[in-house]
């Protein structure tokens, strides 16, 4: 009757003989036998800092060398890292003025007839040069009020005071 350990919790059980010929018998339950065949280790989160399980696969696949817990942390640290100018289709930031205002604390209110709607909202250029980014050479504008303001006369003189 041979009594063997438990190759995972050390405790003792009976195995077949035969089984035991066979190379069968080294864990005691099915839950061991689970948990000691896993190959992989915990990993700690590179961004939230939660141990994880990562399986020998994903340790050698990595092509960062980094680990993360869910596909939300991966993607706090790739906009981290791929964003803006390290980013591969990023040209000249000429675009940029849209999220710039959106981060700001200007709020989404046309400057001139003070509509919400954030569907019609649109950025402008004071200076009217579109290279020239800084908060305070933006306003949000609805496209209506946007118009009036770069083709007629009035209505830029009414920006203008609002602006200064």
Known sequence: M??????????TFYVKPN???????KYCSRSCSSEGI???VFKE??????????????LRTSKSGLFFC????????RNQVYS???HHLWIDGGSMYREIMRRSDAKQICRLCKTKDTRIL???H???NRKNNNIANLAWLCHNCHFLVHHHEDERKKFMVGVV
Do not use: E, F, M
């Open 2 to 11: 041979p009594i063997v350990p438990c190759q995972r919790c050390q405790t």
């Open 19 to 25: 089984h035991q010929r066979l190379g069968y018998g």
């Open 38 to 40: 896993k190959t992989g």
């Open 45 to 58: 989160c590179h961004i939230c800092k939660k141990q994880t399980w990562k399986t020998q696969k994903a």
């Open 70 to 77: 869910n596909k939300s942390c991966q993607t706090k640290w």
């Open 84 to 86: 803006g100018p390290r």
């Open 122 to 124: 649109i950025v402008h």
């Open 126 to 128: 004071i200076d009217k």
